[in-house]
């Protein structure tokens, strides 16, 4: 049986990961619904996606509210939703800054959600210089999110990432091992919720006692999330 992984693994390698940016100008953000945010804030930074479901996100927004505006001005745009301050901080005051725990159920970040494998990375910014987003996922998922952000709000601009730097990078940071049980355990929906396979299934099927590919995943998982963070730090 692990000979069966070896040989998944060699033919799929390290998965065609894409990254893309896309941007949508002042003009072009003033002329439509997301414009109805740069009226009530002069920043609305998404700082973290705390919660992922197939009707919207929620979100940790760091926001700096226009003059005469505040937490009730947001709840009145149709796709957002305030469900309060960031514990313990306070709500921020009309006019002020903060942060705040918003449902985006925007058309585009639903259309993010129902393609998988695709990642929108926080942070990113909608504010006066327009918004900037950057999309993360296998080919066929970034695709299709391309397509569906064109027929509801073009991009001004659309930049696509070299992620060889990045594949480099998470061959770097985990052994083989940990690297081949990570992808055999990503391609059978491990990762996936809910989970379409457990521990115990995945050892049966690669050979590997349970004890240990726990041990290879959580190295992997460690290495990968300290990697993810001191690259983000460092930009």
């Known amino acids: ?29 003033a002329y439509s619904d997301i414009g109805l945010i740069t009226k009530v804030t002069s920043k609305f930074e998404v ?27 947001l709840e009145e745009i149709d796709y957002l939703k305030v469900e309060g301050p960031l514990n313990p901080y306070p ?12 449902w ?15 990642h929108v990375i926080p942070p990113y910014l909608i504010g006066e210089n327009g918004v900037q987003i950057t ?9 299709g999110f ?3 952000a064109r027929e509801m709000l073009p991009p001004d601009n659309v930049n696509v990432v070299d992620v060889a730097e990045i594949e480099d990078s998470v061959l770097k940071v985990l052994t083989p091992k940990q690297l081949e049980v990570a992808v055999f355990a990503v391609q059978s929906g491990y990762y996936e919720n809910p989970r379409k396979i457990n521990k115990k299934e995945l050892s049966e099927l690669t050979g590997i006692p349970r004890s240990t590919l726990q041990e290879h995943l959580a190295k992997a998982e460690a290495a990968l999330v300290e990697w993810a963070v001191k690259t983000h730090l460092s930009k």
């Open 91 to 102: 709500i921020p005051e009309v006019g002020g800054t903060g942060y705040v725990v918003v």
């Open 1 to 29: 049986m692990h000979v069966g992984l070896q040989l998944i693994y060699c033919r799929s390698g390290l998965w065609p990961m894409r990254e893309v940016q896309l941007k949508w100008y002042p003009e072009t953000v």
């Open 104 to 118: 985006n159920m925007h058309p585009l970040s639903v259309a993010a959600i129902n393609f998988d494998s695709l």
């Open 135 to 143: 999309i993360r996922g296998l080919p066929e998922g970034v695709s």
């Open 146 to 148: 391309l397509k569906a």
């Open 47 to 73: 700082v973290a996606h705390l919660e992922v479901t197939k009707t919207g996100v929620r979100q940790l927004v760091s926001v700096a509210f226009n003059e005469g505006k505040g937490p009730k001005d």
